[in-house]
């Protein structure tokens, strides 16, 4: 399945850029949404930080700087509303229930069933839509 998300923005949150560009590829190819890349944890905190318009974030568990669920949590603190889904290749540790703790919206191993990522975002992008409506309409 295809969607039409030309007019939404993700930032991937992945240090590895062979990865990346796949999940780029796959994405774009897939849905057209707009991608933004942070190469660390610290990065994707920022950029969610400074930039209102990024709807979905698809975030590593293993970054430099600030791992992904440091990065998580402090997104979470100034955007709650905002979905995040773990992506990673390192699920033992209780990894999941850790992120589902710190708030994420999703949790998927790699390597990546796009299917199943993009249909739960799918998910996400509707819910995140009608809460940035309602808060812009009140």
């Known amino acids: 399945m295809n969607y039409a998300w030309e007019n939404y923005t993700t930032l991937v949150a992945e240090d590895d850029p062979l990865n990346f560009r796949f999940v780029e ?9 707009n991608i933004i890349w942070a190469k660390d944890g610290l990065s994707a905190v920022n950029i969610c930080k400074e930039k209102n318009n990024v ?9 430099p700087d600030l791992d992904g ?13 905002l979905p995040i889904i773990v992506q990673t290749a390192n ?16 949790f998927f191993n790699k390597p990546l069933n ?12 509707k ?12």
């Open 25 to 33: 590829l796959m994405l774009k190819r897939r849905t057209g949404i």
């Open 69 to 81: 669920i440091q990065s998580l949590k402090l997104i979470k603190q100034f955007n709650p509303y």
């Open 114 to 125: 796009f299917d199943e990522l993009l249909s739960h975002m799918d998910l996400c992008l």
């Open 91 to 106: 699920s033992w540790n209780n990894e999941e229930e850790a992120c589902i703790e710190s708030g994420c919206d999703g």
């Open 127 to 138: 819910s995140y839509s009608q809460i940035r409506h309602s808060k812009i309409n009140t």
């Open 55 to 63: 709807d979905i974030v698809l975030m590593d568990l293993q970054l």
